[in-house]
């Protein structure tokens, strides 16, 4: 399944533009990164993935449509993947998408 485009675009206009933001196709989908680290994605298997901080990863965890990400069998410790239902409005998704910004920013830059 491809990534939603949708989401992407609706990410694309929510996010803060800034010279470290950056697209790439990654695991099937779009990410965001802001220094190198992931912080959102439009999922290749629907919805958006959040790199969240782990200190409110649980608390998150406990919201409706939102579960851990599994990649290859495995559960991806403080990487939430939110389903569409919980992202229909532009608030929603503002609110998933600064999550994940912040967190990333949080992070010291890859280097290039």
Same mark, same amino acid.
């Given at each position: 399944?491809?990534?939603? &485009?949708?989401l992407a675009?609706?990410?694309r206009e929510?996010?803060? *533009?800034? *010279?470290?933001v950056v #697209?790439?196709? $990654?695991?099937?989908?779009?990410?965001f990164?802001?220094?190198?680290n992931?912080?959102?994605?439009a999922?290749?298997?629907?919805?958006l993935?959040?790199?969240?901080d *782990?200190? #409110?990863s @649980?608390?998150l965890?406990?919201r409706d449509y939102?579960g @851990? $990400?599994v990649?290859?069998g495995?559960?991806?410790?403080?990487?939430?993947?939110?389903?569409?239902?919980?992202i229909?409005d532009?608030?929603?998704?503002? #609110?998933?998408?600064?999550?994940?910004?912040s967190?990333?920013r949080?992070?010291p *830059?890859?280097q &290039?």
């Amino acid at each position: 399944m491809a990534y939603d &485009k949708e989401l992407a675009d609706r990410i694309r206009e929510l996010i803060e *533009p800034a *010279p470290d933001v950056v #697209e790439k196709r $990654m695991f099937g989908g779009l990410a965001f990164l802001v220094g190198g680290n992931m912080a959102v994605a439009a999922s290749g298997k629907g919805g958006l993935l959040v790199r969240v901080d *782990p200190q #409110e990863s @649980t608390a998150l965890l406990a919201r409706d449509y939102v579960g @851990t $990400m599994v990649m290859g069998g495995r559960e991806m410790n403080n990487w939430l993947r939110v389903d569409g239902a919980a992202i229909t409005d532009d608030d929603a998704l503002d #609110e998933w998408i600064d999550r994940g910004v912040s967190y990333a920013r949080s992070l010291p *830059p890859k280097q &290039k």
